[in-house]
């Protein structure tokens, strides 16, 4: 099993607007769960982590985005009502959420989806495997950064050739340390 995560990021270091609009959306072209090398990221893949954040937009959605994925959200409230059946919430933080992945019986591939915060906290449990960019040709101006302001920041080793989509965005694989 390894730990994922994949972040599209405009060209000034933010995966986010102010708002919370991802910058994946803001790019021209973007087709969610089949552009910008999604498909060949998610391939092996059964789990996907969240945080909160991340998490209540997507009941909004106008279809549930991970499919028959197992979903987990590092959250230390409750889900609000609506939340599928089957969405797991973490038990003792981010030590525990690592616990709960380690022990879930399958060595299928985990998509941590994000936001910044939850990425942080599982690379300080030192159970991040891989930080995978792409870099997008849009400017946000202000925003959620790619890693949170004064968080301890992980040695990247770049791994596999960058690769170049048709609408300029690159994508760029690290190893975390």
Known sequence: MRIKARMGMSLDGYVATTDGTPALIRAGGFVPGRSHGYPEFIDGCDTVVMGRQTFLPALGAPQWPWGDMQVFVLTSRPLPAGTPAGVITSAG?????????????????????????????????????????????????????????????????????????????????YSTG
Request: without cysteine; hydrophobic residues 40%; charged residues 20%.
């Open 93 to 173: 933080g981010p030590a525990g959420l690592i616990r709960q992945l380690r022990s879930r019986g399958s060595g299928g591939d985990v998509h941590l989806v994000g936001g910044p915060r939850t990425i942080q906290a599982v690379h300080q449990e030192g159970a991040l495997d891989s930080l995978e960019v792409v870099v997008l040709p849009v400017l946000l101006g202000d925003g959620v950064p790619l890693w949170p302001r004064g968080a301890p920041l992980p040695s990247l080793a770049r791994y596999g050739d960058p690769r170049v989509f048709p609408d300029g965005s690159v994508e760029i694989r």
